[in-house]
């Protein structure tokens, strides 16, 4: 596997082959893939990227497997969306919306992570995977590995959305509903993890998995013809996806796909799970842990693994963390599909209530391209804004009710 060297530490930097590792033994830093950039410049290019599937697996040269995708065949390459009455709204002239609310199977960028990560655990010849999840990742984990044929367990807070717990038992994996928080659940799956021989995306094969979240900004790129945005809104639960960007879009430009980024990154967390964006706001280089107490489960990991990282992404990239309240999470939710047809989940509502907020702050320019990311399909949090909208106009099955209840006698013939 030429195109991979194996592991390294992100802070003491010692290697370890590519296997199924995620904690380095001497400093107990977070291992990550090591390429042979290299090899990788000598086959890859735009024509051969574009003439790939469409999917994540277009980029398969910058992706952690020794063969062929084999899981998620159809994740990913998800529209970018101009966004131009979002813009106006909040006064961007230039404004795109990366839309996984329709990704494949399960509606969640959560599908590109997981094709990436269950494709590694068969190389591996793992027959059993699991996850520790705020309810997207269990949902994509589920029903990737129905068509993969691996046994499933996934484990989430008991309090999760039923709609999401829907989207777990119906493709038959194992549901444990554990009564705790995530934090909660993640400590409990380490546990497991280490007793148990299975794939766990999210702990042993996190090296692998979170290297899926590289394709938003491969395809952001390819979709805004072959150049980095000036700003991007990522929506921030361990911080994995906002590094991940930042790293996607830096490997383009080294292997000579893109041009110089300058792109700032900007990360979104609701204020009830808002660790990263306190340190940001505070100065400070580390992160404390909270207690989540959020509308948007899917962001409520109060102690995230890659939140150093993010935000150390932020700082070097010049961007900004915001958060936002409940209430503009419903807000945004409302917004974005009343001006783009896009009903978002809670992380979405978080996404474009950060973004107005920059935009309103000057942090965002009226006149650069911004990418907002929108992770999530609004039918997996219907309970969020269930109490915030119209209820319907009922009538009688005549033309007269009709006229008397909508108020129509005035507009016939307009």
Known sequence: MAKIKGLICRECKKEYPAEPLHVCEFCFGPLEVNYNYDE?????????????????WRYIDLLP??????????????????????????????LYLKNDT????????????????????????????ACASTGNLANAVSAQAAQARLKCYVFIPSDLE????????????????????????????????????????????????AEGSKTLAYETAEQLGWRSPDHVVVPIASGSLLTKIWKGLKE???????????????????????????????????????????????????????????????KESGGAIEMVTDREIVEGIKLLAETEGIFAETAGGVTVAVLRKLAKQGLIKKKGLAVAYITGHGLKTQEAVADSVDIPVRIEPNL???????????????
């Open 102 to 129: 329709v990704n494949h199977p399960t509606l969640s960028f959560k599908d590109r992570v997981v094709a990436v990560a269950l494709t590694r655990a068969k190389e591996f010849g793992f027959d059993t995977v």
């Open 252 to 314: 383009m430009e080294m292997l000579g796909l893109i041009d110089n980024v300058k792109t700032v990154v900007n990360g979104a967390q609701p204020e009830g799970c808002s660790p990263v964006a306190m340190a940001y706001k505070e100065k400070r280089d580390f992160i404390k842990p909270v207690k989540p107490k959020t509308i948007a489960k899917s962001l409520a990991i109060g102690n995230p693994a890659d939140g150093y990282y993010a935000l150390k992404t932020v």
């Open 162 to 209: 039923s709609a999401k717990i829907l989207g777990n038992l119906i493709y038959k994996p194992t549901v444990v509903a554990v009564d705790g928080n995530y934090d909660d659940v993640n400590r409990l799956c380490s546990e497991i993890a280490s007793e148990y021989n299975w794939a766990f995306v999210n702990i042993n094969i996190r090296p692998y998995y």
């Open 40 to 56: 990788i410049k000598k086959s890859i290019s735009r024509e051969k990227i574009s003439k790939g599937p469409a999917s994540l």
């Open 65 to 94: 497997v020794a063969g062929e995708g084999s899981v998620g065949l159809h994740a990913g390459f998800t529209p970018m969306v101009q966004a131009r009455n979002l813009g106006a709204a909040i006064g961007l002239d230039e």
């Open 400 to 414: 007269t009710s009709f006229e008397k209840n909508l108020n129509m006698s005035s507009k016939k013939g307009k």
